[in-house]
């Protein structure tokens, strides 16, 4: 007697269902992306990315990938080139330049980042050692190999 047309409820459910367990899976990877990357790259995002940029081309100043591995060709670790970047960062000078003498005759001396406290600068010269370098782009596992071919490149 009674007609039982249910087949659109259940599917729709099951829709809804698959929206809120996407939902709640993607959640936490976004999340942990997030936490994953350092406070490092928002300080330079707020304060160093107007001039810089990852990758060549630049805009105002020498990308980051090429001033990476310029740190790691002079300094072996990542303590040092932190100190010497944090340095710099506060008061850069033609003689405390590591970067080829083009660099600065190109886009002339970096002014100074006087309004960043001490921690953001170690913060984000320790994000900056840590980025990819030497042109391949393959991450910070390679680092120790690139070193002896840097001069080549
Ligand atoms: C107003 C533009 C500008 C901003 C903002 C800026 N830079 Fe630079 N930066 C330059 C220029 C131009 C050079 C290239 C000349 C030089 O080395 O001083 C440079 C060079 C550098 C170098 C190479 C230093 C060397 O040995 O010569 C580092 C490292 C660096 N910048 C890091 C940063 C970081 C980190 C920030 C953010 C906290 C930042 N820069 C913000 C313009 C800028």
Request: glycine content about 10%; some cysteine.
């Given at each position: 007697?009674?007609?039982?047309?249910?087949?659109?409820?259940?599917?729709?459910?099951?829709?809804?269902?698959m929206?809120?367990?996407?939902?709640?899976?993607?959640?936490?990877?976004?999340?942990?992306?997030?936490?994953?990357?350092?406070?490092?790259?928002?300080?330079f995002?707020?304060?160093?990315?107007?001039?810089?940029?990852?990758?060549?081309?630049?805009?105002?100043?020498?990308?980051?990938?090429?001033?990476?591995?310029?740190?790691?060709?002079?300094?072996?670790?990542?303590?040092?080139?932190?100190?010497?970047?944090?340095?710099?960062?506060?008061?850069?000078?033609?003689?405390?330049?590591?970067?080829?003498?083009?660099?600065?005759e190109?886009?002339?001396?970096?002014?100074?980042?006087?309004?960043?406290?001490?921690?953001?600068?170690?913060a984000?010269?320790?994000?900056?050692?840590?980025?990819?370098?030497?042109?391949?782009?393959?991450?910070?596992?390679?680092?120790?190999?690139?070193?002896?071919?840097?001069?080549c490149q």
């Amino acid at each position: 007697m009674t007609k039982i047309t249910k087949t659109e409820e259940p599917s729709a459910m099951k829709h809804l269902h698959m929206f809120v367990i996407a939902g709640v899976l993607a959640l936490p990877v976004l999340q942990n992306a997030e936490a994953a990357s350092t406070e490092g790259s928002a300080v330079f995002t707020r304060n160093c990315s107007v001039c810089h940029t990852f990758n060549p081309p630049p805009k105002t100043a020498p990308p980051i990938g090429p001033i990476a591995g310029q740190y790691h060709r002079k300094f072996t670790s990542k303590a040092e080139g932190v100190d010497y970047m944090v340095n710099f960062l506060k008061t850069p000078s033609k003689e405390k330049s590591i970067m080829p003498a083009g660099a600065i005759e190109r886009f002339g001396l970096m002014p100074p980042m006087a309004g960043l406290s001490e921690e953001d600068l170690k913060a984000v010269a320790g994000w900056v050692w840590d980025q990819p370098w030497g042109g391949t782009g393959q991450g910070t596992g390679k680092s120790k190999k690139q070193q002896g071919n840097g001069d080549c490149q």
